[in-house]
């Protein structure tokens, strides 16, 4: 992973914080006499107790902003090891926007859940509250459709998107098969491919190819460049201490390793599967490409290579 993929998925993050934020404050905006996600009276809008939970939403937003700003502390701390290994950097963006999330619904529903406590311990009724008429049926949105502030769920709305009470734009009915079927499976989609990304990339950047060598012929086995000859194939094979120059042409490249297909300065097209930090390096030269390969040490390195020695006629 270079240093522009890093600032990217770094950019995302900063954003994503920023966009949660903003939308955890819209909970303080009195609009329609909600605030925190409760319905309450005009004249208790700016009531002492109300005030108090207000402030301490406040605080714990400004918590949340602080822990997920530290946050980014080991990914610039460990940007070199995620450089090598971009699957960790995957991962840990994955994590953190997945803690983010879960922690971000937590402040909203708590602040919720006591901003409900108050209004029924004063029982505070509310007068005047909107209502819309579907089949002829008067239909409040009132706290009991909104079970944590964020989420509306009423089966006797056909709707299938509201409004939301807290945050921009709208929401899904989670009281309509319709809307559970959207979201779960929405959210489902989701965690799946987040899950099978970040496996095959961790795969992808711990595995170790190896040689096979059978009679003549001889398989190099990568999960996604695997390659295979026969002996008759190889023109000559020698050991270099150096890689030269190489681009990219379909592959992985990190500061750790380098597999699949490049273009070497002075060789041309071929393939590459090496440790870039542990020399020498095995070149398979064949009649229209070449190979070059190392283990992740340099004993190994030196037994494939006289072995494969041998079998040049």
């Not at 879960?102 to 509250?129: D, E, F, P, Q, T």
Request: proline share 3%; glycine share 6%; charged share 25%.
């Amino acid at each position: 992973m270079n240093n522009m993929f890093f600032i990217v998925i770094l950019f995302i993050q900063i954003l994503f914080l920023v966009s949660t934020l903003y939308s955890l404050k819209t909970a303080l905006k009195a609009d329609d006499n909600i605030i925190l996600g409760v319905t309450l009276p005009k004249d208790k809008l700016n009531d002492e107790q109300v005030e108090k939970l207000e402030l301490l939403y406040i605080k714990n937003i400004n918590t949340l902003a602080i822990v997920f700003g530290l946050l980014f502390v080991p990914e610039l701390l460990l940007k070199i090891d995620f450089a090598g290994y971009p699957s960790l950097e995957i991962v840990y963006f994955f994590a953190w926007i997945t803690s983010l999330l879960i922690s971000s619904r937590r402040v909203v529903h708590l602040a919720n859940k006591r901003m409900r406590l108050l209004k029924s311990k004063n029982k505070w009724g509310v007068s005047g509250v909107k209502t819309i008429d579907i089949n002829s049926k008067k239909l409040t949105y009132d706290d009991e459709f909104w079970p944590n502030g964020i989420n509306y769920c009423n089966p006797k709305d056909k709707s299938f998107i509201v409004s939301k009470r807290i945050g921009l734009g709208n929401t899904v009915n989670l009281g309509i098969k319709k809307g559970k079927i959207f979201t779960f499976g929405t959210l489902a989609a989701v965690i799946t491919i987040a899950m099978v990304l970040s496996t095959y990339l961790l795969l992808t950047d711990f595995y170790t190819p190896s040689i096979y060598i059978d009679g003549d012929k001889i398989k190099v086995s990568d999960l996604d460049y695997s390659t295979a000859f026969n002996t008759s194939e190889i023109q000559d094979v020698k050991l270099i201490d150096e890689v030269p120059k190489v681009n990219k042409i379909n592959g992985a490249l990190t500061s750790i390793y380098a597999r699949g297909k490049f273009d070497i300065n002075s060789y041309g097209a071929g393939r590459i599967f090496i440790f870039k930090n542990s020399s020498p390096y095995i070149m398979i030269r064949l009649k229209d490409s070449y190979i070059i390969y190392n283990e992740d040490n340099k004993t190994k390195t030196n037994s494939l290579y006289e072995e494969l020695k041998a079998r040049v006629k």
